[in-house]
């Protein structure tokens, strides 16, 4: 069965970096596409970054310019780079996996990834 295993988490001052890292195991990144989502409190669960099987990638709007995702896949590794962080970055992140065949229109869906982990906190001060 798909593993996903976030870590990378923690506390950080406004405008400061953090790397989030998600250890994946029995899947291969070239047939599964990869996301990150990320949910605060009261909030719903919103999609942040995707990378397809042949590394296309993508972030929202609001992360643009601050968010990088990419992948290793001799280390088995997702990634989250994020730099100049807000306190509206606050909440806890999940990486998702989904079959490659879905539809990149879809990347920042929610119901469109079968394999969650269990998710980082992420926690950004004034």
């Known amino acids: 069965q798909v593993q996903l295993v976030e870590s990378g988490g923690g506390s950080v001052q406004v405008g400061g970096s953090l790397r989030l890292s998600c250890a994946t195991s029995?899947?291969?990144?070239?047939?599964?596409?990869m996301g990150w989502f990320r949910q605060a409190p009261g909030k719903e669960r919103e999609g942040v970054a995707a990378?397809?099987?042949?590394?296309?990638?993508s972030v929202v709007d609001r992360v643009k310019g601050r968010f990088t995702i990419s992948q290793d896949a001799a280390k088995n590794t997702l990634y989250l780079q994020m730099n100049a962080l807000s306190p509206e970055d606050t909440a806890m992140y999940y990486c998702?996996?989904?079959?490659?065949?879905?539809?990149?229109?879809?990347?920042?869906?929610?119901?469109?990834?079968?394999?969650w982990g269990q998710g980082t906190q992420v926690t950004v001060s004034s």
């Open positions: 029995r899947l291969t990144y070239s047939t599964y596409s």
């Open positions: 990378i397809s099987s042949d590394g296309r990638t």
């Open positions: 998702a996996a989904r079959p490659a065949t879905r539809a990149w229109l879809t990347r920042f869906l929610r119901s469109s990834y079968n394999y």
